[in-house]
């Protein structure tokens, strides 16, 4: 009751407060604000020579008629009478997102300042915005004068191979890790600088120092890419870290994916000599400048603390072999050696578009215990993905260590089986482990620099006191993609699997969207991604991410036009783990999605040709226009209810035949590439992919569709799919919509899909009229079910229904993960459903509100972030009364459809309804401009 209360209490808050009419303050709500370039804020290191800037419109304005652009250099000359660089003058356009740069060629390094005004659509002029402004990076190779350096070792070439005696096979032993190099270098200033860059990367990993302090706040920098191709370099302002005099700059490098464990395919996949790469452009009040760059005259040592770091199996670090200011000027570095000049490296250097991974939370341990004398385990209440910090009081040389799991064991002590999968080759033994060896000083406190762990426990083990629970926090990070989406309802077991979704989410951005974060995968595997995709772009602004990612798909692709299975992909040269179905198919999904979400032409523009090349090769391979041949490793309807091991489960029956689910997938491929080619303007490729489209969609419905609608396999999945990709003629859905309710029923009303199934059939579901159906599966609370999941205490989703099960316990360790957001892919009908928020026109010029109550439901709100600005929906159901708050944001419209179930009349309590209101299928029916609505009308279960 208090909740409802107090519901109804933030419901009118929220519809007041959302009003653009009421509620004018500040500067940014008269004029645009929110600017952003290339999709992020003031950026660093843009490369694009055309940016594209996008701005809010101030809020009551309906619709934008022009707008006028200025960017200049110098800040203090943006005006009208003054602007260089570009002055758009006033162009007649509606268009506020994606509009693109068209002054004065930009230059290399050069920030550039720009703001904007707008005419609404009375003619009414705004306020300029507040100022943003961008920078560009190094554009081209000349620009770069800094020199590949590092530390002259020689660590083994390569993963080791040996023959085994007894088999006669050889085996690829993996590498541990090796102590981390650090280079410093001092150089002297002659004025304290009014502005200085610094751009730099590495081959591995680092972590950059100046006069004492770390520069910014990324981890795991440059992050990952197919370095035989691309290297991302960052760019960061450090004008207040310099002086006048003597300045002491230095790295540390990490192995990272560049030579440590990757996944499923060994150590050293691109490399084993670390690398690093700096350069600083430093500018002076008199307009003199200096360049600072990596080169011979640096030094470096291997004797720090790091001893070894890696990213999936650990870090150890010895603080004996600290080197305090070993990153000041104020340091002997005598024992350090010169460093080496590396060869020059092929690859393209490239600025990093995409937020970077940084710290985003800290949460504290919500409980201790010693399940094994001496053996203490921390649980942070929440199954997340980053590092501790452990505050120790320790004697000189004594070994603490840190391991990091998911999940306990019934006796207390931490589950990590999973970790590890089966590798014997690997002479480390233990995953996820970080090692510390005191110093023995006051105040000692370790927090690992190299590495990712993903967990909700840590077993602390080698201290000799029990330790207290506020020394050891947890740091929560991710790649910083801006989270814009909520969501809550009258269900708090729905809102838990919400917010599991979305720490899924957390735990799988690591520069590439993982499958896992914590076993010995944590690759970028594109079927999980692509079925994922739409239920992330309604909780996070993805497109900066997404477009960095399908670089590495393009990057991932191979010569002969198949799409890898993951991206990057190490070894696509060797011919592994390219062209499964629904895997290599995200290679279409992902951009077409990013299209959708954010109207992102320029995606289309780049990946149109990768993604025609897809097609072209499994049109070559498949003749028959279905898709009988090169299906790569196959993986099918991954982990579909065959794979569960419950008592009283069928043993088969939900494994959709590989070959009509690989056809399933071509034909939506191809009809995805045939719309690409309309956006893009490009006919004689729309006719040829929808035709092929069209051919294969008849060849399925030749080779696998019974004249009742039953489709060969007769899966849950092959239903879904069917209709979600519309393979079927029109005659047909019914038929197959009433198979699809026929095999919910045979499995007892629960899911049997796999990870490609499961949201495409709730969408199906809705999409036929049968939400009802869908609301059951949602909160079904036996094995498989979402709830169950909740049910046993999780806090993000796993990667199997039956992860862990009552009575049997955990399923195989070889592949167990529980923070995996394949079966999270429901947010996207929670969405599309329960909020009913719905994208129509790409960018959500055009969306349709239209939420469907149900499974008892009194109340849901929440939003989704666009560029135009975020849509609100708030719904409640009370004495037989629905009210719908929502809120269009300026420059989009909306149709929106309010659920009745009498014959009554829709009261419209606050917005201005312009067409006429039409009544369909259960829902009034209006068309409205961008503002705040509230409607009201007769509504019972
Ligand atoms: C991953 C999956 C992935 C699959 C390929 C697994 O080990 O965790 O999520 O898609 O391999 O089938």
Redesign the pocket.
Known sequence: MLRDTLFLFSFIVFCISSNGGLCVEGDHEVSPHYLLCEYRTNPLGIEELHPRLSWWLPKGVKRQTAYRLLVTSDVNLLNEENAEVWDSGKVESDQSIHVEYAGMPLHSGERYYWKVKVWDGNGRESNYSPVAYWQMGLLAPEDWKARWIGYPRDLPENQVRVVDEQTGKTQTIFTPPSPSPMLRHVFTLRDKPIRATIYTTALGLYELHLNGQKVGNRILAPEWTDYHQRIQYQTYDVTHQLHSGNNAIGAILGEGWYAGLVGLVGTRQYGSQLGFLLQMEIEFADGSKKTIISDEFWKGTIAGPIRGSDLIRGETYDARMEMPGWDTTNFNDQTWIPVVRLPAVEATLTAQANEPIRITQELKPVAISEPKPGTFVYDIGQNMVGWCRFQIRGSTGQTIELRHGEALNSNGTVYWENLRGNKPNDPVKEYQKNTYICSGSEGEFYEPHFTYQGFRYVEVSGLPYRPRLEDLQAYVFHSDAPIGGTFACSNADLNQLMENILWTLRGNLHSTPT??PQRD?RLG?M??AQLFSQAVCFLMNMAPFYTKWCQDIRDAQADDGRFS?FSPNPVKDKESFLGAPA?ADAGVIIPWRIYENYGDRRILERHFEAATRWIEYLQDQNPERIWQHSRGND?GD?LNGDWLILENWPKEGANTPKEIFATAFWAYSTELVAKMAKVLGREHDQRRYSDLAKEIKAAFNYHYVQPDGRIEGDTQTIYALALHFDLLPEGLRDAAVRHLLRKIGEYNRSVSTG?QGTNRMMLELTNNGYTDVAYDLLLNRSVPSWLYMIDQGATTIW?RWDGWVEGRGFQNPG?N?FN?Y?LGAVGEWMVRTILGIQPVKPAYRHFVIQPRPGGKLTYAKGRVETLYGPIEVAWDIQEERLTLCCTVPPGTTATVYVPVTEDETLEVIQGEIRNEVKKENGFYVCDVQADTYHFCTAYHY
């Open positions: 499958d896992c995968e595997w079927g999980d299975d895997w993986y991954w990870i990667e592949m993960s995996h394949a």
